[in-house]
């Protein structure tokens, strides 16, 4: 009975996610005439770049798991 | 009659849904008699253990019992919304279907953790985490583009007109703060005369409880776009009273563009005392095209060319009026150009 994703696993989910919210949020800027679609760019662009410091920390763990491992 | 009046009130769909409950529950009570069978009464008939056939089992059976539950659930659900009187187009979908992602994804993840399921967790994850964005991104209130100009044109036609009628055939000239008594608000003054005739800060000040100005002879207006510049204020998180035009040069594009989303593209330029701006893709388009087909709308300028103005007036602290608006024939350009009076020329 434990949770079946590892550290790793979520690291790699992150990224992913990551991926899909920055190209989003960049392809719905009203630069591209995009104007009316009905939803806050600028919440998705901070929830785009809060997924990508998420990741960006994991990323970190593993280099100093790594630099640190015997 | 009783059939019809009982549907009318709801009370037989309830009554079908919750004898739908009892009987899939019966269906999952019936079904762990049925394993009963298998793992007691076969065994005694000489079923042999093995985990080729029992893997098969446990995971079909625990699907099956998965399901009917979540057969109750949602019978549950509609029956508690038909009771209470939830009608589903009162149920605003963006944020039922994020709650329900997100409902959806705990199941998994719950499901996932029972059977210890990598597919399960990632499915699981992925619901949560977008019910979420999806209820985080939600959007604000909007409303159709034409509902602008259909809503403004009347207004601003009629007080045109009154503005002509009454006789003030001067251009609408903005007045800075240090010309009016409350610091933040906005006024236009337009003289009986053609011509700028710009009237002192003393003589708007002594004159400010009506709207009629007898020495110089004029009218003292708010502008139309005076609400849309305390907007601007509210959004940029500055008042213009303390900011220079350099700041309002760098800060327009991007409050028309990616604040307010009111345009597709903004410039500004100051040169001398003349400001020129260009609008493309301007949500208030048909005011100003309807403004060319109609002439006396000229006398009172348009909401944005006004808010434009009443920025400018705060920000530079000189009096501004608007010398020309040019709208392209299919509307979506507009170059409005400012002139920034010197006071010395009263």
Redesign the interface.
């Known amino acids: ?5 590892g550290f790793w ?2 690291s790699l ?1 992150l990224a992913g ?1 990551t991926i899909i ?1 920055l190209i989003t949020s960049e392809m719905l800027s ?2 591209y ?1 995009k ?1 009316n679609i ?4 600028k ?2 662009r901070n ?1 785009a770049l809060a997924v990508s410091i998420l990741f960006l920390a994991t990323v970190a763990i593993r280099i100093v798991n790594i630099l640190l491992a015997p | 009659m009783k059939i019809r009046s009982l549907f009318r009130i709801e009370i037989l769909p309830v009554l079908l849904l919750l004898i739908g409950i009892l009987l899939v529950a019966l269906s999952a009570f019936l079904f762990t008699l049925l394993d009963q069978v298998v793992h007691g009464d076969l065994y005694r008939h000489g079923l042999q253990f093995s985990y080729e056939w029992a893997e098969r089992y446990w995971t079909y059976s625990k699907l099956l019992l998965g399901i009917l539950g979540a057969v109750i659930a949602m019978n549950g659900a509609v029956a508690t919304f038909l009771l209470f009187g939830v009608h589903p187009k009162k149920i605003y979908s963006p944020k039922l279907v994020c709650w329900l992602l997100t409902f959806l994804g705990g199941v998994a993840l719950v499901l ?3 059977y ?3 597919v ?3 499915i699981g ?2 619901l949560v ?1 977008w019910g979420a ?1 999806i209820l ?5 209130a ?1 409303v159709k583009e034409n509902l602008l100009s259909t809503t403004a044109l009347p207004p601003i036609e009629n007080l045109s007109q009154i503005i002509k009628e009454l006789g003030y055939e001067g251009k609408g000239i903005y007045l800075p703060p240090k010309y009016l008594p409350e610091f933040e608000s906005s006024k236009v003054y337009i003289s009986t005369q053609k011509g700028l005739q710009l009237p002192t800060p003393e003589q708007i000040q002594q004159q400010q409880e009506g709207l009629f100005l007898k020495e110089p002879s004029g009218i003292l207006l708010t502008p139309l776009g005076a609400e849309l510049t305390r907007l601007f204020e509210r959004t940029l998180g500055r008042s213009f009273t303390i900011v220079n035009l350099q700041f309002i040069k760098l800060n327009m594009p991007k409050l028309f ?2 604040d307010l ?1 009111i345009a ?1 593209n903004f410039e500004m330029e100051a040169e001398n005392s003349k400001v020129r701006v260009k609008i493309e ?1 301007l949500v208030y388009k048909d005011i100003y095209k309807e403004a060319k087909r109609t002439p006396y709308i000229h006398t009172l300028d348009q909401p944005i060319s006004s808010a434009i103005a009443c920025a400018l007036a705060k920000a530079t602290g000189k009096p501004i009026v608007i010398e020309e608006e040019r709208t392209s024939e299919d509307g979506k350009t507009i170059e409005i150009e400012y002139s920034l009076l010197e006071e010395t020329r009263q």
Request: overall charge negative; aromatic content about 18%.
């Open positions: 009975m434990a949770f079946p994703l696993d979520i989910w996610t919210l009203p630069y005439g104007v009905y939803i806050n760019k919440k998705l929830a | 996932s953790i029972n210890n399921s990598l399960l967790a990632f994850l992925g985490f964005i985080y991104i939600r959007p604000e909007y563009v990616e989303e597709q893709g």
